[in-house]
Every structure is written in structure tokens, then in C-alpha cells.
């Protein structure tokens, strides 16, 4: 934003530890919660950092922690990349709102190789056999249907994969 002034922020979050959300919608620092997979993500705001995504980020998406999941099953299989269930919380709210970022020049900041395997192999488990016994039949009918699954398959291809080349090359 400070070099580009038209550049929109979007800024993502755990259903489950929304206090920056919840935190812009009434305009004070707002106590923090603790219950997300994104355990990297279980901070509190601060009055340093509260003015300064007041000031800069334009909305907030917040995001469950299947759709975390399912968004760093999805980064670990595409893009070979160890990525932790914080860092997939940003692709999470774009699959969550691909309308927003449709036809627009998209970067997501993926960052992050702390994981405890055990801990988010469980919680796949644990959400899998909530859902479904099957973890690609969980994926394509209950949480992106035939339509968002189509979506996530085109920016995978179409956006996400050469915008990393981009980054590689």
C-alpha cells in the first residue's frame, strides 16, 4: 500500500480467532480467541498493530478451519510447498470469495514451514471422519460442490501456478 496507494488489502483470518475482524467492525482492539487449526495465528492485536491494519487493510475474510485444511491440502499437493495451516488461510479466503478477486492482479503472501504433522494430520482425519470416510468425496461435495471446485482447479491452473513460476524464475 505504501508503494502502491490503489492497491487494495484484504486481509484473511481464522473463524476462530477473529479478533482483527471483529476488531474492525466495532473500532476498538477486541479480546483475541484461541480456537483455530492456524495456531500460528492465535496473537493478539496490539496498539501498534491495530491503527496500522485500520488504516491499510479494506476488509477482513474470515475462514473455518476445514476450509484451512482443505486450502493447505490443496498448497501441499499443487505446489510442493511445506506450508503451515496459517499460511493457508489466505488461499482459503480467496476460494472462499473467488468473486472479489476475479479478473483482478491477485498476490497472496505464503509463508511458513512450521508444522506439526502429527497435529494437522489428525485435524484432517478428525474433519474427515466428521464428514465424510472419504476425504476428495468430503472436498467435492460438502465444502466446494462441482462449481467452487471447478473455480479452485481454474486459479490453480490458470493463476496461482504461473504466478509462482513468476516468483521462481
Known sequence: KY????????????????????SMLSGKIEPAQSQSIADGLL????????PI????????????D???LSSLKL????????AEPSCAVV????????????????ALILSGGNVDLKKVIAAINQTTKKLSADWD??????LYHNRVAYQTNEFLTNDLKPLAQDMVA
Open 91 to 106: 488461499l482459503a479466503a480467496v476460494l472462499r470469495k473467488p468473486e472479489i478477486f476475479k479478473g483482478k492482479q491477485v
Open 137 to 142: 468425496a468430503y472436498m467435492r461435495e460438502t
Open 43 to 50: 496473537t493478539s492485536l496490539g496498539d501498534k498493530t491495530f
Open 3 to 22: 508503494f502502491s496507494p490503489e492497491t487494495k488489502v484484504i486481509a484473511a483470518e481464522p473463524e476462530g480467532s477473529d479478533d482483527a475482524y471483529r
Open 66 to 68: 476445514a476450509e484451512i
Open 75 to 82: 498448497i501441499w499437493e499443487n505446489l510442493k510447498v511445506i
Open 53 to 64: 491494519i485500520q488504516e491499510y487493510v479494506s476488509e477482513i475474510i474470515t475462514v473455518s
